[in-house]
Nanobody, 117 residues
């Protein structure tokens, strides 16, 4: 069973920055693809970005060039760096871990991000 704990959400002004963190436990971090999703008010949850154990990354078109996903395998931690933030980035951000062998998914509890002046 993989446990995920997110942190780093908060209130930020448009154009500002935040860094979200997700600490994983319960399994070797190197066996996990790590991803971030978000759910805006009134919308379905959407995928934001993914990082593989070898730090290969992909991200959604809506955040490309503004958000960067990364990981520190020594700290069992994945990060989402949010830059040039917009009001439409407001939502609950969820960390996701997918086991590369079994395909099993685990989710964090979510952290609220609000972009407002």
């Amino acid at each position: 069973q993989v446990q995920l704990v997110e942190s780093g959400g908060g209130l930020v002004q448009p154009g500002g920055s935040l860094t979200l963190s997700c600490v994983a436990s319960g399994i070797s971090f190197n066996l996990l693809n790590m991803a971030w999703y978000r759910k805006a008010p009134g919308k379905q949850r959407e995928w934001v970005a993914l990082v593989t154990p070898g730090s290969g990354t992909t991200s959604a078109a809506s955040v490309k060039g503004r958000f960067t996903i990364s990981r520190d395998n020594a700290k069992n931690t994945a990060y989402l760096h949010l830059n040039d933030m917009k009001p439409e980035d407001t939502g609950v951000y969820f960390c996701n871990a997918m086991q590369r062998i079994s395909g099993e998914n685990s989710w964090g509890q979510g952290t609220q991000v609000t972009v407002s002046s």
